[in-house]
C-alpha cells in the first residue's frame, strides 16, 4: 500500500513538472515572436523632385577698381599741395600747384613769335603781289617771282611753328596743376611744398583709388569649370544670363555683404601654376566697408536644375565601403535599403542623383530600431518638415 502511495506522489511531482515548463515556455516564444511582427513607428520624410538653383562658393581677393599713381608731366618746385590727405577727389581737382612762372614767361615769348610769324606773313604776301604784277609786264623775272612765292609760303609755315609751340607751351602751363585723372580717395602725399619734381619721375606723388564701385577677383578649378560646361551641354543645368551674372558675397567674419553684384568676365585662360580660372565680380561700396586686399567668398550662381531630388542628411549614412545609402519605407511597409550617388550639400540636404525617386519615403528618425526588411509604419517626421532648402 506504500509502495502504491509513493508511485502516485512521483506521478504527480512529474505531472506537475512538465505543466510548469510548459507555462513558462509559452510565454518566452510568444515574446521572440511579438516584436518581430510588430511594424516599428519610424518618422519618414517624402522626398519630390523639384527646380533648385545651384550655387558655388569661391574664394576671392577684394581689388579697386581703379588707380591712379599721380606723376608731374613737368618738371618744377612745387608750390602748393591742394588737397587733404584720406580725402575723396574728383576727376580734374588740382592736387598740387608746380611754380608756374616758366612756362608763364614761354606762352609768352610763343605769342610774340605768332605775332612776328603774321607780320612776316603780311610783308611776304604784299611783296608777292607786287612781283606778280611786275610779271605780267615783264618788269620782274620769273625768279624773283618764284621767290617771293617761296618767301610768302615759309612766314605761312613759321606762323603754324608758332601756334604749335604756344599750344606746347599752353600745355606745359596747364601741367604744373597737377590734377586727379580719375574719382576717388586719395592717400598721403609723398612730397611737401618746396619739392623738386621732374616730369615722368618714377616715384608718385600720391595715389587715387577708385573705391565704389570694387572689384572681387575669384578664382574657379578648371575641373569644375568643366564639369560646369558639361552639365550644361547635357542639359542636365541649364542657364539663366541674368541669375547667372548675380553674385552674393560673404565676409571675413562670415556676415554677408548687403549689396549684391554682377559677374563681369571670366578669362579664357588657365594659370598654369594653380590650374585655376579667374572671374571678377563688381560691387557697388558706397559704404567703403570693401577695401582692397580683403579676403571674401562669393556665391555665384551655376544654373537651375531641374526635377532635383533633395534629402535631408540626417537620413543618409555611408556603408563600410564609404557609399552614401539610405533606408526608404517600400510599398509593402518594409524597411527597404538603397544605395546613393550624391553631388553636393545644399542647406541641410543632399542633391541626390541617383538611388531616391520622387514620392520615396525617406526614413529619418527611429533608425537604430529597424534593419532592411523589417515592417514598419511611417509616420511624417514633424523636425524634418522643416529642412533647408
Same mark, same amino acid.
Given at each position: 500500500?506504500?509502495?502504491?502511495?509513493?508511485?502516485?506522489?512521483?506521478?504527480?511531482a512529474?505531472?506537475?513538472a512538465?505543466?510548469?515548463?510548459?507555462g513558462?515556455g509559452q510565454?518566452?516564444q510568444a515574446?521572440?515572436k511579438?516584436?518581430?511582427?510588430?511594424a516599428?513607428?519610424v518618422?519618414?520624410?517624402t522626398?519630390?523632385?523639384?527646380a $533648385? %538653383?545651384l550655387?558655388k562658393e569661391?574664394p576671392?581677393?577684394?581689388?579697386?577698381?581703379?588707380i591712379?599713381?599721380?606723376?608731374?608731366?613737368?618738371t618744377?618746385i $612745387?608750390?602748393?599741395?591742394?588737397?587733404?590727405?584720406?580725402?575723396?577727389v #574728383?576727376?580734374?581737382?588740382?592736387?598740387?600747384?608746380?611754380?608756374? =612762372?616758366?612756362?608763364e614767361?614761354?606762352?609768352?615769348?610763343?605769342k610774340?613769335?605768332?605775332?612776328k610769324?603774321?607780320?612776316n606773313? !603780311?610783308n611776304?604776301?604784299a611783296?608777292?603781289?607786287?612781283?606778280?604784277?611786275?610779271l605780267?609786264?615783264?618788269?620782274?623775272?620769273?625768279?624773283?617771282y618764284d621767290?617771293?612765292?617761296a618767301?610768302?609760303k615759309? !612766314?605761312e609755315a613759321?606762323?603754324?611753328?608758332?601756334?604749335?609751340?604756344?599750344? %606746347?607751351?599752353?600745355?606745359?602751363?596747364n601741367?604744373? #596743376?597737377v590734377?586727379?585723372?580719375?574719382?576717388?580717395? $586719395?592717400? #598721403?602725399?609723398e612730397?611737401? =611744398?618746396? =619739392?623738386?619734381?621732374?616730369?615722368n619721375q618714377?616715384g608718385t606723388?600720391?595715389?587715387? %583709388?577708385?573705391?565704389?564701385?570694387?572689384y572681387v577677383?575669384?578664382t574657379?578649378?578648371?575641373?569644375?569649370?568643366t564639369?560646369l560646361?558639361?552639365?550644361i551641354?547635357?542639359?542636365?543645368?541649364?542657364?539663366?544670363?541674368?541669375?547667372?551674372?548675380?553674385?552674393e558675397l560673404?565676409?571675413?567674419?562670415?556676415?554677408?555683404y548687403?549689396?549684391?553684384g554682377?559677374l /563681369?568676365f571670366?578669362?579664357v585662360?588657365v594659370?598654369?601654376?594653380?590650374?585655376?580660372?579667374?572671374?571678377?565680380?563688381?560691387?557697388?561700396?558706397?559704404?567703403?566697408?570693401?577695401?582692397?586686399?580683403?579676403?571674401?567668398?562669393a =556665391?555665384?550662381?551655376?544654373g537651375?536644375k531641374e526635377?532635383?531630388i533633395?534629402?535631408?542628411?540626417?537620413?543618409?549614412?555611408?556603408?563600410?565601403?564609404?557609399?552614401?545609402?539610405?533606408?526608404?519605407?517600400s510599398?509593402?511597409n /518594409?524597411?527597404?535599403?538603397r544605395?546613393?550617388?550624391?553631388?553636393?550639400?545644399?542647406g541641410?540636404?543632399?542633391?541626390?542623383?541617383?538611388?531616391l525617386v520622387?514620392g520615396?519615403?525617406?526614413?529619418?528618425?527611429?533608425?537604430? /530600431?529597424?534593419?532592411p526588411?523589417?515592417p514598419?509604419?511611417?509616420?511624417?517626421?514633424?523636425?524634418?518638415?522643416?529642412?533647408?532648402?
Amino acid at each position: 500500500m506504500q509502495r502504491v502511495n509513493s508511485f502516485s506522489f512521483q506521478f504527480s511531482a512529474i505531472v506537475m513538472a512538465l505543466i510548469i515548463m510548459s507555462g513558462c515556455g509559452q510565454p518566452e516564444q510568444a515574446q521572440a515572436k511579438g516584436p518581430a511582427m510588430q511594424a516599428m513607428p519610424v518618422g519618414v520624410v517624402t522626398v519630390k523632385s523639384q527646380a $533648385i %538653383t545651384l550655387t558655388k562658393e569661391l574664394p576671392g581677393r577684394v581689388s579697386a577698381s581703379q588707380i591712379a599713381e599721380i606723376r608731374p608731366q613737368v618738371t618744377g618746385i $612745387i608750390q602748393h599741395r591742394l588737397f587733404t590727405e584720406g580725402a575723396e577727389v #574728383k576727376q580734374g581737382q588740382a592736387l598740387y600747384q608746380i611754380d608756374p =612762372a616758366i612756362f608763364e614767361a614761354q606762352v609768352a615769348t610763343n605769342k610774340a613769335a605768332i605775332k612776328k610769324a603774321e607780320a612776316n606773313i !603780311a610783308n611776304a604776301k604784299a611783296k608777292l603781289t607786287r612781283y606778280k604784277n611786275l610779271l605780267k609786264t615783264k618788269a620782274a623775272s620769273q625768279q624773283d617771282y618764284d621767290e617771293a612765292v617761296a618767301s610768302f609760303k615759309s !612766314a605761312e609755315a613759321d606762323l603754324l611753328t608758332a601756334k604749335a609751340q604756344l599750344q %606746347t607751351a599752353e600745355i606745359n602751363l596747364n601741367y604744373t #596743376k597737377v590734377k586727379s585723372p580719375i574719382d576717388g580717395q $586719395i592717400g #598721403k602725399s609723398e612730397v611737401t =611744398a618746396g =619739392a623738386l619734381v621732374n616730369a615722368n619721375q618714377e616715384g608718385t606723388l600720391a595715389t587715387v %583709388t577708385q573705391l565704389d564701385p570694387i572689384y572681387v577677383d575669384l578664382t574657379q578649378s578648371s575641373t569644375e569649370l568643366t564639369r560646369l560646361k558639361q552639365a550644361i551641354a547635357s542639359g542636365t543645368l541649364t542657364r539663366d544670363k541674368e541669375l547667372h551674372s548675380k553674385v552674393e558675397l560673404m565676409l571675413e567674419d562670415g556676415s554677408v555683404y548687403p549689396y549684391p553684384g554682377k559677374l /563681369k568676365f571670366s578669362e579664357v585662360t588657365v594659370n598654369t601654376s594653380t590650374g585655376s580660372v579667374s572671374l571678377r565680380a563688381e560691387f557697388p561700396n558706397p559704404d567703403k566697408m570693401l577695401l582692397p586686399g580683403m579676403y571674401v567668398r562669393a =556665391a555665384i550662381v551655376e544654373g537651375v536644375k531641374e526635377s532635383a531630388i533633395l534629402a535631408p542628411q540626417r537620413g543618409v549614412n555611408r556603408n563600410t565601403k564609404g557609399q552614401p545609402t539610405a533606408l526608404v519605407v517600400s510599398k509593402d511597409n /518594409k524597411v527597404e535599403p538603397r544605395v546613393l550617388t550624391v553631388d553636393r550639400t545644399v542647406g541641410a540636404q543632399w542633391l541626390v542623383t541617383d538611388g531616391l525617386v520622387d514620392g520615396d519615403q525617406l526614413i529619418v528618425e527611429g533608425l537604430q /530600431k529597424i534593419r532592411p526588411g523589417a515592417p514598419v509604419s511611417p509616420v511624417p517626421a514633424e523636425s524634418s518638415l522643416n529642412e533647408v532648402k
